[in-house]
């Protein structure tokens, strides 16, 4: 079974500092990846995802992410933070079938922007 | 172009009763998901609907039932609530085998 591990729960930046978020999969084959955003009280804002090819991958926001297969990663990076970035984070694995679709979550980094 | 939209915003339910949350599709969506996300954790699969039938499911039980109407809307129903279903429950839209998900803001459950 496809699974995903986000070892940090918090981590905390200065404004206009750099921000990687950490994201581990497993899966069985060729992985669909996800990172999104969620603001408090609001539902999930997808920032970018993987599916084949280069595996440099950009996103909304100034964000980017790069996906490494030897190391079964998918990283979250950002060069300058903002303090508008303030959130939580979900990386996600897809598993899809012709029976359908599903995404497995990570539990989540919650980042915090210091002014 | 609306989005994907859910309701109620917020619920309050007692331990033992049934509750009914209702989502509508993206524009052009077809597809819906079910995850329900509890404080301080990541969103959990549910279920999925296509063409009005449950074409995947999680590991939740049959308390957790739904349903797809013809408009492609779609209703969560949980029976029999317990103090553990208190989350946050997201639906999800996409079109076909798209693999791309856009979540409506949740329904917020709280059992007391």
């Known amino acids: 079974a496809q699974s995903v591990t986000q070892p940090d729960i918090h981590i905390t930046v200065s404004e206009g500092a750099s921000l990687e978020l950490r994201c581990n999969y497993s899966y069985g084959a060729t992985p669909y990846l996800f990172w999104y955003v969620q603001s408090p009280g609001q539902g999930l804002q997808l920032l970018l995802k993987?599916?084949?090819?280069?595996?440099l991958v950009q996103g909304i926001k100034g964000f980017e992410a790069e996906f490494k297969r030897s190391q079964s990663s998918f990283n979250l990076r950002k060069p300058s933070v903002h303090w508008s970035d303030a959130a939580e984070y979900f990386c996600a694995v897809g598993h899809f079938t012709g029976g359908g679709n599903k995404l497995t979550f990570g539990t989540g980094t919650q980042l915090k922007v210091e002014l | 172009d609306a989005g994907v939209t859910q309701s109620p915003t917020h619920l309050i339910k007692t331990r033992g009763q049934q509750v009914t949350l209702r989502c509508s599709p993206k524009s052009g969506h077809d597809t819906v998901s079910w995850y329900q996300q509890a404080l301080g954790q990541g969103p959990q699969f549910i279920f999925q609907?296509?063409?009005?039938?449950?074409?995947q499911r999680g590991n939740f039980p049959d308390r957790f039932s739904g349903h797809q109407f013809p408009n492609y809307s779609s209703e969560l129903n949980v029976n029999a609530l317990l103090l553990g279903d208190s989350a946050l429950y997201l639906c999800?839209?996409?079109?076909?085998?798209?693999?791309?998900?856009?979540f409506g803001p949740g329904t917020r459950l709280t059992v007391t």
């Open positions: 993987y599916f084949s090819g280069d595996t």
């Open positions: 609907y296509y063409e009005e039938e449950e074409r």
């Open positions: 999800a839209s996409s079109f076909g085998t798209d693999r791309e998900e856009y």
